[in-house]
């Protein structure tokens, strides 16, 4: 099969192709969103994303505004490019 696709050295002297990691690179990621530690929402972001600014999208968002109605936030707990968990009370 290998000399059928035209090369004519051994299989056994090639090389094996070198990775390129930038073309592996993620450019966004989706976030899930807890409140209390429930499932709320996911969101997607682009990688790196600030805490600031992941926890206004998340308030901005409705499953989750719907969740924080009346309450307020205690705790934020951002891991990056991971999870967002919000504690209220």
Not at 12 to 33: H, T
Request: hydrophobic fraction near 50%; proline fraction near 3%.
């Amino acid at each position: 099969m290998w000399e059928i696709l035209g090369h004519s050295n051994g299989l056994w002297r090639v090389s094996w192709p070198a990775a390129n990691a930038e073309l592996a690179k993620e450019y966004d990621v989706e976030i899930p969103v807890q409140i209390n530690g429930k499932l709320r929402s996911k969101l997607k972001v682009a990688t790196g994303i600030s805490q600031d600014e992941i926890v206004k999208l998340a308030k901005a968002d409705a499953a989750v505004a719907a969740h924080l109605d009346s309450k307020r936030i205690i705790k934020i707990i951002y891991v990056p490019n991971k999870l967002l968990n919000l504690v209220v009370a």
